[in-house]
């Protein structure tokens, strides 16, 4: 076996309890895409999801010494901010196992974390090597120069494989990385489903409301890599080194929808795109594409959406291919600390888009975040009061994290400022999560906040009748007992409400707005 790529697990640290029935369990698109590159070059490679299968550390060590790869690939990508990062608390663990039943075994380590702290990763982690860039070229560059040293009895020549992070005589070495790899359909088309347990894989709780059973079978696909624009709490175009925009060919995308369809019965969709709605001659060649499949009515997809970026004529285009959930990032009530985050729309344009989605019988997921430099306790308040006005089918509450490459990171780093002790707790749910505080809210004060929150929307009479209205009694009383239980903070338990922790800035400074420049 040439190469052996593992998804790390870890949702027990990542999402509490959460993780057991209510959190999606989603096919690693980058496990796949490195796997079909490698895989048309003529190497032979298997992909071992750990969170899909359940399988501990010790248990992968277990499988690598008996298949022996030549290159163990440790993928830790993600497709929201946090990810990443925080899967960096099970491939920790994993990479640790491994070298200690298999201790000769080479492991490069790579995704969206690794690209953002390279150096980092190699001095801490139980690897011999790390990616700065996406990881195909890359990972094959290596697995090549491993089989021609191995062949010829000479030392492999680490200088020449791009993006590679390295050490020579105890020095870490850092290679350029490759360019971006163009052809998308060509060369990272992942069309390796054969490769993965499909059975296991299911959708978020919410994506199936009303009928709950339809959870599985699930995949997730993209239609596109990157975002254009420059959020300063995002990390998403941290392996690509750039603010660009890849696109498949819409052919190609429904093509892999109705291989999944036919031959894995799958109806139930996430597409992973940070961006969906943005390119109109794409979304429209995909969707009138879709819509012409006699199964178009079964389709279940969601994706992500900008509030500023939805045009109303469009909507019912995206509804006749399935598109059943958009997710909208409206991140704060507050005019004014929307405008420091460079999202600044007003907020009857927010109220009127989010109705014609709605009317467009497509269902909303509301995105705040608590705790963005400008937020204080009445901020705080009047985002939790928009998103019960708006009242959308289910929400998401984040608090601000400065999470490793976002230019938020890279500021926290250099002012100091307070930042979680291990990765896991930059997880939104983890026991030990912590945000960043602001000028006037401690990180405590943003945890305590968003947790309550979080209880109060969806405990609230006005949001479980939509609920019962839309869904049925069913999903009402499951979400009732979604939201009976709380999660345990360590940050919460220790009760530093009143400590002095407030965003350290330079006089005068906004950090979205310096680094948004």
């Known amino acids: 076996m040439d190469l052996l790529l593992i998804n790390p697990g870890g949702r027990e640290l990542i999402y509490q309890g959460l993780g057991a029935e209510l959190s999606a369990v989603e096919p690693p ?138 050490r020579e005589n105890g020095k870490i070495r850092q290679n350029p990385a490759p360019s971006l790899i163009k052809d998308l359909d060509a060369d990272l088309h992942g069309n390796v489903w054969h490769l993965l347990p499909m059975e296991k894989y299911r959708a978020h709780n919410w994506q199936c409301f009303g009928n709950l059973a339809s959870r599985q079978p699930y995949a997730s696909i993209y239609t596109t890599l990157g975002c254009p624009y420059k959020c300063s709490f995002c990390c998403i175009n941290a392996p690509f080194g750039t603010n660009r925009y890849r696109m498949r060919a819409p052919e190609k995308v429904v093509e892999e929808i109705d291989l999944l369809y036919h031959t894995y019965g799958v109806r139930t969709f996430k597409i992973i795109d940070e961006m969906f709605v943005l390119n109109d001659r794409d979304v429209e060649g995909i969707c009138q594409r879709l819509a012409a499949k006699r199964y178009a009515r079964e389709l279940n997809f969601w994706a992500y959406a900008r509030v500023d970026i939805v045009k109303e004529d469009r909507l019912q285009m995206l509804r006749d291919a399935g598109i059943r959930w958009l997710a909208l990032g409206i991140e704060s009530g507050s005019e004014h600390v929307r405008d420091g985050a460079e999202k600044s729309l007003a907020q009857q344009d927010i109220v009127d888009i989010v109705k014609a989605i709605q009317n467009a019988g497509i269902h909303v997921i509301g995105n705040y ?29 984040y608090s601000a994290m400065a999470y490793p490459g976002s230019p938020l990171y890279r500021m926290a780093i250099e002012n100091g400022w307070d930042l979680p002790e291990s990765w896991s707790g930059f997880s939104q749910h983890s026991y030990d999560c912590k945000p960043l505080p602001t000028e006037q809210v401690s990180s405590a004060e943003v945890l305590r ?24 009694e069913e999903t009402m009383q499951h979400i009732k007992e979604m939201s009976s239980s709380r999660l345990r903070r360590k940050l919460l338990e220790e009760d530093h409400v009143g400590d002095p922790g407030r965003l350290p800035l330079p006089r005068g400074a906004n950090p979205f707005t310096i680094l948004n420049t």
């Not at 277990?62 to 929201?80: D, K, M, N, S, T």
């Not at 975040?369 to 998401?396: S, Y």
């Not at 906040?449 to 049925?472: C, I, M, T, W």
């Open 369 to 397: 975040i608590f705790g963005l430099p400008d937020d204080n306790l009445q901020t705080m308040r009047q985002t939790l009061d928009l998103a019960k006005v708006l009242n959308c089918e289910f929400a998401n509450f």
């Open 449 to 472: 906040f968003r947790d309550n929150a979080f209880h109060e929307y969806f405990q609230s009479p006005a949001y479980l009748d939509l609920v019962e209205r839309k869904f049925g």
């Open 29 to 166: 698109l980058w496990c796949r895409l490195i796997a079909g590159y490698v895989a048309d070059r003529g190497s032979s490679v298997e992909i071992l999801d750990s969170e899909a299968e359940h399988i501990g550390p010790e248990n992968v060590a277990a499988r690598v010494a008996e298949i022996q790869p030549r290159l163990v690939g440790v993928i830790v990508f993600g497709h929201q901010p946090s990810a990443s990062t925080q899967q960096m608390s099970g491939a920790g663990p994993l990479c640790r196992a491994i070298k200690a039943v298999v201790s000769h075994q080479p492991i490069i380590i790579a995704g969206g974390h690794v690209a953002a702290l390279p150096e980092k990763t190699l001095q801490e982690e139980a690897v011999d090597f790390a990616c700065n860039g996406e990881g195909p070229v890359t990972i094959y560059q290596l697995l090549q120069t491993l089989h021609a040293a191995a062949g010829a009895g000479f030392s492999p020549d680490f200088s020449r494989v791009e993006g590679l992070v390295w």
